[in-house]
């Protein structure tokens, strides 16, 4: 393929018209669709160098993740292709400019639009199974649409990362933008993780506030050199500034989930244009879950942490590596490896309680998404039993709301398991689905009802 430059034909159909950016592995450029008379924006992959056959089909399967996703916070790409072993993009475009155009010039009630646009893009991303990670949030990833904010750049996973950089030989393969980069992002093998978006977005809304960053260049490096979390200046809601200090918090287990910061500001924006806050959310930190309409009990409160919580010595080797398996085998790990800093590393407790924040956030989207349900259930009743293991933890408040949130799961699988009971005897595929049901059940409290279900379906279905 040609050099790409103004007036190229790019693929027989799209038109050069000027290039918008270009990255380690990709160039932007605003064209004009000839066959539809579009001016769009196409982003073309390795423009340079040319994927072979296996590696188009797994950046193919890999974009298959977000094509079918739709929310209103997430940019909505329109055709994906292939021109002479060269992956694109073609994307709507924006004419507003990016969030990066407001640094220092933006008001509280535009912060809190800019939080729950984002947070709301940045929870779909998150809630999708497999969760989808962006690992870029920064303003300029942020595009305007009148009054909202658009997410874009997201999709490139570590996996497609790897494979671009492969192709591309002396192109970084490190995903993010150094100033926008958590702590964990610098420990080297760190797995990536939901949490470290939550950071991203945080310097991001202070950079928006202020004009600078928070940690300059260094990004969440500095916060490995005793940095303290610079306060907020300003003046700003004392909510506001809760909230990105929150979400700049060293550990990945402090920092709010997306769905509540999403919500969170939802009230804000509620209370500026009405006067009155829509709900009482709480601390947004602790994730307490509740969704309107649902026909399940939400997962109990968190109770709240106590204050100055620290582990207690001696605690059994086998039950800390236990935890650190579970963890592990969840794609959960929060850098529990890394050097130890003082009292910045997690305590067994503190991880403990993330693993319950964790799993009761599972259990909603199990019951709120049919597909996957199972599996979500399965991973909260691992972190649940892993959250157990800590003594301290399992002796405090929140051994009561373990054991409940652990009796939901095991009643609504055994409602399901009996709703569907009859035509288990029938249906060879509806007795599968009960008989995992009760599988799940009985994973949890091997009980005599369960087990004479199993009985019963098992003694039926062979005779």
């Known amino acids: 393929m040609a050099t790409l430059q103004q007036g190229y034909l790019f693929d027989g159909r799209y038109k050069l018209l000027k290039k918008l950016g270009e990255g380690g592995f990709s160039e932007v450029w605003l064209v004009e669709d000839t066959s539809a008379q579009l001016t769009l924006v196409l982003k073309v992959f390795l423009p340079t160098a040319q994927l072979d056959e296996s590696g188009i089909e797994i950046f193919r399967n890999e974009f298959a993740l977000v094509y079918n996703l739709n929310h209103p916070n997430l940019l909505k790409y329109?055709?994906?292709?292939?021109?002479?072993?060269?992956?694109?993009?073609?994307?709507?475009?924006?004419?507003?400019?990016?969030?990066?155009?407001?640094?220092?010039?933006?008001?509280?009630?535009?912060?809190?639009?800019?939080?729950?646009?984002?947070?709301?893009?940045?929870?779909?991303?998150?809630?999708?199974?497999?969760?989808i990670i962006h690992q870029d949030i920064k303003p300029a990833n942020v595009l305007l649409d009148g009054n909202s904010f658009i997410i874009t750049d997201f999709g490139i996973s570590s996996n497609v990362r790897h494979l671009l950089g492969q192709s591309a030989e002396g192109k970084s393969t490190v995903q993010g933008t150094r100033p926008y980069m958590p702590p964990e992002k610098f420990q080297g093998g760190t797995i990536p993780l939901v949490a470290s978006d939550i950071w991203a977005l945080g310097a991001s809304l202070y950079e928006l506030l202020t004009g600078h960053l928070p940690f300059g260049g260094k990004g969440g490096e500095a916060q490995f050199e005793e940095s303290e979390i610079?306060?907020?200046?300003?003046?700003?809601?004392?909510?506001l500034k809760e909230i990105v200090t929150q979400c700049l918090s060293y550990q990945p287990a402090n920092r709010?989930?997306?769905?509540?910061?999403?919500?969170?500001?939802?009230?804000?924006?509620?209370?500026?244009?009405?006067?009155?806050?829509?709900?009482?959310?709480?601390?947004?930190?602790?994730?307490?879950?509740?969704?309107?309409?649902?026909?399940?009990?939400?997962?109990?409160?968190?109770?709240?942490?106590?204050?100055?919580?620290?582990?207690?010595?001696?605690?059994?080797?086998?039950?800390?590596?236990?935890?650190?398996?579970?963890?592990?085998?969840?794609?959960?790990?929060?850098?529990?490896?890394?050097?130890?800093?003082?009292?910045?590393?997690?305590?067994?407790?503190?991880?403990?309680?993330?693993?319950y924040r964790q799993a009761t956030r599972l259990y909603q989207q199990g019951v709120n998404n049919t597909q996957g349900q199972l599996d979500r259930f399965g991973k909260a009743v691992i972190l649940l039993d892993s959250a157990r293991l800590n003594p301290e933890f399992s002796t405090s408040d929140y051994s009561d709301s373990i054991q409940q949130l652990r009796g939901q799961i095991y009643d609504y699988c055994l409602n399901e398991a009996k709703n569907n009971y009859s035509g288990a005897f029938y249906d060879n595929e509806l007795r599968k689905y009960v008989m995992s049901y009760l599988d799940m059940a009985k994973s949890i409290t091997n009980t005599g009802e369960v087990q004479t279900l199993i009985d019963s379906i098992q003694y039926r279905y062979v005779e």
């Not at 990016?98 to 939080?115: H, I, P, T, V």
């Open 78 to 131: 329109t055709y994906f292709g292939v021109c002479v072993g060269h992956p694109y993009l073609v994307m709507p475009f924006y004419n507003n400019g990016s969030a990066e155009d407001m640094l220092g010039n933006c008001s509280e009630r535009k912060a809190w639009q800019f939080l729950h646009d984002v947070a709301g893009g940045l929870a779909c991303l998150h809630e999708h199974q497999p969760p």
């Open 230 to 239: 610079p306060a907020l200046p300003g003046n700003f809601s004392d909510d």
């Open 256 to 355: 709010p989930f997306a769905a509540d910061l999403e919500q969170f500001a939802a009230d804000k924006i509620a209370f500026f244009t009405t006067g009155n806050v829509r709900s009482a959310t709480g601390n947004v930190k602790l994730s307490s879950i509740h969704v309107s309409g649902s026909q399940q009990p939400a997962p109990p409160p968190a109770p709240p942490t106590p204050s100055g919580a620290k582990s207690r010595k001696g605690l059994a080797i086998g039950a800390a590596t236990a935890i650190l398996i579970a963890a592990t085998a969840l794609g959960l790990v929060w850098g529990l490896s890394a050097k130890k800093r003082h009292d910045k590393t997690a305590t067994p407790y503190e991880t403990s309680l993330a693993y």
